[in-house]
């Protein structure tokens, strides 16, 4: 017999301790899958994000790591003298008897901050003469050509990338220059 007034709930059976705690670890147990599965998405979401982030930014070592491949196989005489890594720089140096050829390579946060280092290293060469430029190596380039006792320099920018070639020669600043081009 029901009595009136009394709620629905005092009516339901009652469910014995050991009832009532194996419905609470099945709830304990459906969260901690919930958390595990949501953290295993959270965690999957993110490595793919990181590897595609990844794949698009080239970084400073490996730009310089193709160029003295690319100068092993094309110009075998070239013996790598020296390497230098940072973050945002790299150098490199060879030599080929007497003949030297430095390459230094730097990568700006914007493009507005490697045009206005460009235009920095021209105010810089003022003493060495007018350059004379280049067309297709990069955005803007040029070159100091054969001024003794320094030799060559020669100079180009493409997008945030600014590049400085010093060399024996105009002939072989734009070899290396070219070279550097290739792998950017």
């Known amino acids: 017999m029901i009595l009136p007034g009394l709620p629905a709930l005092m009516l339901a059976p009652i469910k ?9 670890n099945r709830i304990d147990r459906r969260v901690t899958m919930r958390r595990k599965v949501t953290a295993l998405a959270l965690l999957l979401a993110f490595s793919s994000f990181t590897f595609v982030f990844s794949q698009n930014k080239i970084t400073m070592a490996s730009r310089l790591n193709r160029v003295v491949d690319k100068v092993r196989i094309k110009d075998q005489q070239w013996e790598l003298r020296l390497k230098v890594l940072d973050q945002k720089k790299a150098m490199a140096g060879w030599r080929s008897g007497k003949q030297e050829a430095l390459v230094k390579i730097f990568e700006y946060d914007s493009e507005a901050e490697a045009i206005t280092a460009f235009r920095s290293n021209e105010r810089m060469m003022t003493n060495a003469g007018i350059p004379a430029a280049l067309k297709n190596l990069g955005d803007e380039a040029n070159l100091w050509a054969d001024k003794p006792p320094r ?34």
Do not use: C, H, M, P
């Open 151 to 184: 030799g060559t320099a020669l100079t180009f920018r493409k997008g945030t990338i600014l590049v400085l070639v010093n060399a024996d020669s105009a002939q072989i600043a734009r070899k290396f220059a070219n070279y550097v081009r290739e792998q950017l």
């Open 16 to 24: 014995t301790e050991v009832e009532f705690q194996n419905s609470r």
